[in-house]
């Protein structure tokens, strides 16, 4: 549990440097794209090795499973705005981006909650067994 709470702050700060990185390309037309790109990079692959974890996890498995499309969809997308609707409306593409990533985000949260609430859930019902079979010996 530790180890997923680990990752799920570094997927956090990197994900929310990487929003600060992209408003001030997107608004203050600060040109930071590679430390935006590296640090979008760190928080996809966070959130792939979440989705991972949550694949392997009972109760889980299908957020686990769309966490891990979404992580690949993200870069994908990040890579390739540049070359959609070019022109006076490429302001829609550049929303879509960040609400893209702001999805990522979200998904990292919700696994991450949704795992401590198996785990201590879990850790709950095998107390009480495991005082019971440990009395009988």
Known sequence: MRAVRIIA???????????????LFWIAQMSLISLHMLFGLIGVLSLLVLGTVAVFTRGIRL???????????????????????????HWLIQTAHLLVGIGAMALVQVISTRYRRLRRAASRAAGPRAMVSGSTR
């Open 63 to 89: 957020l686990g499973a769309l966490s891990m499309v979404y992580a690949f969809i993200v870069p994908a997308f990040g890579l390739t705005q540049s070359l959609i609707l070019v022109g006076n409306l």
């Open 9 to 23: 702050w570094i997927a956090r700060l990197a994900l929310m440097a990487t929003l600060v990185l992209g408003l």
